[in-house]
Each structure stands twice: as structure tokens, then as C-alpha cells.
């Protein structure tokens, strides 16, 4: 089955400076990859995701590129700002399966 | 936010008890989940359900038992559990097979404790 791996666990960053998050996936059938954003006692919530059609997708301060030959995608934020802090996670699926996730990362913006 | 919904919120069990954790979705999708999220391993998947046929089981103890009498409700039934299925249980929903929108969705999830 599916397995995502994630990295870094956790990010310090300073506001106004960029975040990248990575993951890496192992089924190559894989063809949908979200981003959830899940704020402490909040439940996670989808922020962007791209299909393996499409190489990069941004949305405002947001984006995300994928790389299916190497299997890996990453999370991009620009000019963070300190309500970006939360975890994030990374997940891969195939058609009709269901997200698998990878262990999320800890960002912490700092003002 | 009130397109996936989960009672209780908050539940406290002693290990010889029964309860069940209930979600309901009310976005019209045909695939519904149970994921576990702990400090240990987060979001980790339990249970699928594609138009109420179960179709994964991702080796839960069954102390767990997932109930899916339609495709809007989804119930997680609870055993004697041990101490360490402390966690937050997250349902979520989907559409699927159909073409379209394959977002997965999720509850607000319930805070469990046993003790």
C-alpha cells in the first residue's frame, strides 16, 4: 500500500520568510495530493492540492509543485505571517482509495 | 462547518465499557472514514466505507466496530478498550468513483479517554 513520508517534523520560521514543506510517496499510481492545515484543536482542513496531471498549482501565498518521476511534492508559503502556524499534512491516494497521510509538520511563525 | 458532524465531542470510558462514536455527513457523498490521530501516529487510517460496503480495515483490534447503515452515517462502535486507544477519532467523507470531487472532508472528531 500507500506510505508518505514527511519532512521536516518541525519548522521555525520568521515572519515574512518562506516555508517549504516536502513528502515523499511510494505508489506510483498515486494521483491526488492534498494539503490539510489542522489548527490546535481544530480538525484538519484542506488548503490546496494538485493531480498528477499538473506539475505546480498556487494559490495566493500558497503553492505546491509535484514530481511524479521522482515521487515527491512539496507545500510552498510565502511571506508567512503568524496565523500560518499550524500542522500540516501531506497525503497521496489513487482513484478510489482512500488518503494516506504523512506524520505532519509543526510550523511555528514567529513575529 | 457543518458538513460532517461527530457526537460526543468528548468521551471519558473505564476499559469494561461500550459506547459508540457516531458521524454523520450532509454533503451528498458516497464514501465515508475513520482515521485515529495521536501523538504517536497521526491521521492513521482505520476504516472505509464506499457506499456502505466496507472496503478497508487496516489491521484495527476488533474492540473497534465500524457500523455504516447508510451512506450518510457512520458509527464507530468501542469495547473494552485499553488506555492506549486514548486519541481523537476523526470521520471524514468523500466523493468517489464517480468523477467528481475527491476532497475528503472531515468531523470535528471526538476526544477519547480511557481509563
Known amino acids: 500500500g500507500e506510505n508518505v513520508e514527511q519532512h521536516p517534523s518541525t519548522l521555525s520560521v520568521q515572519e515574512g520568510d518562506s516555508a517549504v514543506i516536502k513528502c515523499t510517496y511510494s505508489?506510483?499510481?498515486?494521483?491526488?495530493f492534498p494539503w490539510y492545515k489542522q489548527e490546535l484543536g481544530k480538525r484538519p482542513q484542506l488548503i490546496i492540492d494538485?493531480?498528477?496531471?499538473?506539475g505546480e498549482k498556487k494559490d495566493q501565498r500558497i503553492a505546491v509543485t509535484l514530481n511524479k518521476t521522482a515521487k515527491h511534492f512539496s507545500l510552498h508559503i510565502t511571506e508567512t505571517q503568524p496565523e500560518d502556524s499550524a500542522v500540516y499534512f501531506c497525503a497521496a491516494r489513487r482513484w478510489g482509495t482512500a488518503l494516506i497521510f504523512g506524520k505532519g509538520t509543526t510550523l511555528s511563525v514567529s513575529s | 462547518e457543518t458538513g460532517v458532524t461527530q457526537t460526543p465531542r468528548h468521551l471519558v470510558m473505564g476499559m469494561t465499557n461500550k459506547k459508540s462514536l457516531k458521524c454523520e455527513q450532509h454533503?451528498?457523498?458516497?464514501?465515508m472514514y475513520w482515521y485515529k490521530q495521536s501523538a504517536k501516529k497521526p491521521l492513521e487510517l482505520m476504516f472505509v466505507?464506499?457506499?456502505?460496503?466496507?472496503?478497508e480495515n487496516n489491521s484495527v483490534p476488533s474492540r473497534f466496530s465500524p457500523e455504516c447503515p447508510n451512506s450518510s452515517h457512520l458509527f464507530l462502535h468501542l469495547h473494552t478498550l485499553q488506555p492506549e486507544d486514548s486519541a481523537l477519532y476523526l470521520c471524514?467523507?468523500?466523493?468517489?468513483?464517480?468523477?467528481?470531487?475527491?476532497?475528503?472532508?472531515f468531523g470535528p472528531g471526538t476526544r477519547l479517554l480511557v481509563l
Open positions: 466505507y464506499n457506499f456502505k460496503e466496507q472496503t
Open positions: 494538485i493531480r498528477s496531471n499538473v
Open positions: 471524514a467523507s468523500s466523493q468517489d468513483g464517480t468523477g467528481g470531487e475527491e476532497t475528503q472532508y
Open positions: 454533503l451528498g457523498h458516497n464514501a
Open positions: 505508489d506510483s499510481a498515486s494521483n491526488y
